[in-house]
Each structure stands twice: as structure tokens, then as C-alpha cells.
């Protein structure tokens, strides 16, 4: 399938606004990362945006000892609204957590398209950069179970596979070490929470991927007790 074909096929707004049908060559390429590929790297000017194609991409912040994950990203989420500003740096890196795919735009192509024919657009991608930080801090004061059952709803809501038994397939890629990055944890106290979830029924852990049972349900308990998704 041509690329023009696949952006034809997409539902993502910012695709259709970018892409120019009156230039004969077109503004974006498509572009591979391999896992664990840094995409944006923190503190550093960059001369792309991105709108990713296909995969997982962790938005990270740099700490004293090692990188925090602040959200996931995936399918039409874009990567590079924090260096729109022309000159200046990243507030956060990128990284493929899995394969990815993403359609790549010069930086000042898509600030002056945007300045040009959706000036508002701007905020509306200020809210979406800066809404899955606010999410991560909404579990900070969870018991340690509770926490990463809810972490693991979130990406299983916007990665996993929903089984017809209720029951939802973490993707593999998505280890222990991610997710006590993300969720602030030692790995130490990941698995043993993770154990304790899979002996009171609620997640099986082998063979992988890992599962969680009745996955609705939990997700209603938890925002039902903690105001959470």
C-alpha cells in the first residue's frame, strides 16, 4: 500500500490539515524506530514532529537516578509539540517502546501550516501534550496493588487486546521495568504486587502475555473508588 493511500485511510485530523495537495513533493516521510529507540531526546533541539503510524512510544523526563515515565502515546498522537517554538529544547524525551511507525514533518513545516490555517490548534495540542501527566498523578497516592491494576488498565485500554471473556492481553513489550518507571515503583515491589494480583485472581502472568480477568469490572471499581481513567 503507497503511503498517500494509508494517509488517505487514516481518521486523524492533524494528517488531513498537514498534508498539502498543491506541492509536488510531499511534506512528510515515513519513518521506522526499532524498541527502546530514543525518538526526541530531552534538552535537545529537534527539527521533526511526528504523528505516529503504529505503536508504543513513552513520553519520559530525565531524574537524578533514571528516566520517569510521564504517559504512553500511541496510533494519531503526535511527538514534538513542546519544540514547535522555533530554537527551542525538549522538556521531555521519546522512546519506542515497541515498533514504530510514525509520519515525520519538519518542525517549521508544521508551525507555519498551523499558524497559517488552524492558529487555535496550538491549544488544543497543549491540552493533549500536557493531560497524561495529570493522569500519572492521579494514582501517586493509590496502595501499591491498586496502583498498578490501574496502571495496567491504562495500557491495556489504549494497547491491549479485549478478549470476548471480558479478559484484556497486556502486550509483551510492556515489562516490569516499564511499568515501575511509570508508576514509580522498584521492580522489586512490582512483582511482588503483581504476584499478589495474580493469587487473588485478577491477573495471570504466564504464559504471556499477561491477562486481566473481568477487565470492565475493575476498571468501573476504580473509577467508581478513585476517581480514576
Known sequence: MSLEKELEETDFDLFTLLQSKRESVLPYSRVHF???ETIITEGEQNQYFYIILDGAVSMNKG???EDIILSFLGKGEQ???FHLVDGSLSP?????VSE?????FESSYVREKLAQEKPDFFLQLANQAAFPAFEREA???LPSDEKILAGLIIIGKKFGRLEEDDSCLIPYFFTQKILGNYLNLARAYVATNLRKLEEEGILALSPKPWRIYQFKKHEERLKREYNLF
Open 63 to 65: 531524574t537524578c537516578r
Open 92 to 96: 521531555v524525551s521519546y522512546e519506542a
Open 34 to 36: 526499532k524498541r527502546g
Open 79 to 81: 511527538l514534538g509539540f
Open 139 to 141: 494514582k501517586v497516592h
Open 100 to 104: 514504530v511507525s510514525v509520519y515525520r
